[in-house]
C-alpha cells in the first residue's frame, strides 16, 4: 500500500507537539481526516493511549505547587486547581481538554517505528514508518520528549546488588522506602526534591559525581538568557544538549531549603562500585544500602530518526532554530534550548512559522 501523502507529521503529543498542531491548524493547515480538495493537512501521533504527554507518568506525590516549571499551552490557559492536587492528575486533564478545544485529532497510541528518506530528492517527502501505517509528509516535527529514555549509569558491580534499584521515572512514593536507607544518585531537581521528600520516613545518602555549586543569585531573565545561549550553542555543532544542571547550576529551591534546614541535604562525593549489600566509597568505606535511586536525568528520545544518519561522531544533532540543519525537513522541538516547558511552546509557534514561510516544499 502506498504511504498516505500528509503536509506535516507531528510526532509526540506533549507540550512541543501540541503547541505546534495548535499553530499549524491557526496557520490553516487541517488535520488529515478532516481535510477536503486542495488543504493543507497534518497529522498528530503519540504513543501514548490517552493525553497527558510525560505528566500522566510522574510520580503521584507530585503535586501542582511543587512541579518545576508548568507553562500554560497556546490559546487556553491552565485552569485553577489545588496546590495539593497531584500533578498527574490535573495536567493530563489539561491536556484532553485542549485536544478537544482545538480539535486537533491526536491518534494514538502510536508507535513510530522509523523516519526516513522516501527518495534521493532533497525536496521531497519523509517517510513516517508506525505500527499503523506509513505516511508520506514533506515535514516532520518530531516532539518525543525524553521520558521514555531514562539514564542508567553503568558502575562496576551493579549486577550484585542485592536490594532494589530504581530510575526516578520508576518513582511513585516515598512510603516505599518507610524505614529503609536509600541511595540517591544525582545532582538535578528531582534528585533534591526526592531526597527532600524520602528523608522524612527512611535514611538517605546523597551522592553526586561533582560537588553542587550552589547558585545565591535569582535564576532571572539574563541568567535564562545566557543558559539559553549555551544549550544553542551546543546544539547547532551537533554535540549533545547536556544537563540542565550543567548550564544554569544549582538554584535553591523551597524543598532544597528545607532538606538544608533538617540537616539531610549533605553531599558525597560518587561512589567507586557496588557490592551487595551497599556502595563503596572511594576511600574504600562500604556505605550499607536497601535501596538505590537513580536520579540521573533522561536522553532525547530520537531513535526512530536512525535512518537519515544525522547523529554527529558526538552523539547529537545538528539543529539551529529548532530545525536540523542537515536535514531541514526535520524539526527537533523539546530539545535542547526548547525542552522547558516555555520553549517547548516558542519551538512549535517557530516550526510552524518555518514551514509556512518554506513555499517551495509546500507547493511541491
Same mark, same amino acid.
Given at each position: ?8 507529521? /507531528? ?8 503547541? @505546534? ?10 488535520? !488529515? ?54 500533578? $498527574? ?16 485529532? /491526536? ?8 523516519? $526516513? ?48 534499584? !530504581? ?34 520516613? @527512611? ?9 553542587? +555549586?550552589? /547558585? ?20 547547532? $555543532? ?7 544542571? &550543567? ?25 567507586? &562500585?557496588? +557490592? ?15 535501596? =538505590? ?12 530518526? @536512525? ?11 545538528? /539543529? +539551529? ?11 527537533? =522541538? ?20 518555518? =514551514? ?9
Amino acid at each position: 500500500m502506498e504511504p498516505a501523502p500528509v503536509d506535516v507529521v /507531528v510526532i509526540g503529543a506533549g507540550q512541543a507537539g501540541l503547541s @505546534a498542531a495548535y499553530h499549524l491548524q491557526r496557520r490553516g493547515f487541517v488535520p !488529515l481526516h478532516r481535510a477536503t480538495g486542495a488543504d493543507q493537512t497534518f497529522l498528530v501521533v503519540d504513543a501514548n493511549p490517552v493525553p497527558g504527554g510525560a505528566w500522566q507518568h510522574r510520580w503521584a506525590s507530585l503535586r501542582m505547587a511543587t512541579v518545576n516549571g508548568i507553562h500554560e499551552l497556546p490559546g487556553f490557559a491552565v485552569p485553577p486547581a489545588d496546590p495539593a492536587a497531584a500533578s $498527574r492528575d490535573i495536567l493530563p486533564a489539561y491536556f484532553a481538554d485542549y485536544e478537544d478545544r482545538f480539535a486537533l485529532d /491526536v491518534l494514538r497510541p502510536v508507535q513510530v517505528k522509523a523516519v $526516513r528518506r522516501a527518495d534521493d530528492d532533497p525536496r521531497g517527502r519523509l517517510a513516517v514508518e508506525t505500527d499503523r501505517g506509513t505516511w508520506a509528509a514533506r515535514f516532520v516535527i518530531n516532539a518525543t520528549g525524553t521520558w521514555t529514555r531514562p539514564f542508567w549509569p553503568r558502575y562496576p558491580g551493579q549486577e550484585r546488588f542485592r536490594g532494589r534499584q !530504581l530510575h526516578v521515572g520508576d518513582y511513585v512514593s516515598a512510603e516505599e522506602f518507610r524505614g529503609k536507607r536509600v541511595v540517591i544518585v544525582g545532582a538535578g531537581i528531582s534528585a533534591v526534591q526526592l531526597l527532600d521528600e524520602i528523608s522524612h520516613v @527512611a535514611d538517605t545518602f546523597w551522592v553526586t559525581r561533582r560537588a553542587p +555549586e550552589w /547558585v545565591e543569585d535569582d535564576f532571572d531573565i539574563p541568567a535564562r538568557v545566557a543558559a539559553i545561549a549555551g544549550v544553542e550553542d551546543r546544539v547547532r $555543532r551537533g554535540l549533545p544538549p547536556g544537563s540542565v544542571i &550543567s548550564v544554569t547550576g544549582m538554584h535553591w529551591t523551597p524543598w532544597a531549603r528545607a532538606a538544608e534546614a533538617r540537616g539531610v541535604l549533605v553531599r558525597h562525593p560518587m561512589f567507586a &562500585s557496588i +557490592e551487595e549489600e551497599g556502595v563503596r566509597m572511594p576511600d574504600g568505606t562500604l556505605e550499607r544500602a536497601d535501596v =538505590i535511586l537513580w536520579a540521573t536525568g533522561f536522553r532525547p528520545a530520537l531513535d526512530h530518526l @536512525a535512518p537519515l544518519r544525522l547523529r554527529t561522531p558526538e552523539g547529537g544533532f545538528r /539543529v +539551529e532554530n529548532g530545525r536540523s540543519i542537515d536535514e531541514p525537513r526535520l524539526f527537533l =522541538i523539546g530539545y535542547g534550548p526548547s525542552q522547558s516547558t516555555v520553549g517547548a511552546n516558542r519551538a512549535g509557534r517557530d516550526a510552524v512559522r518555518a =514551514i509556512v514561510a518554506d513555499p517551495v516544499a509546500l507547493a511541491a
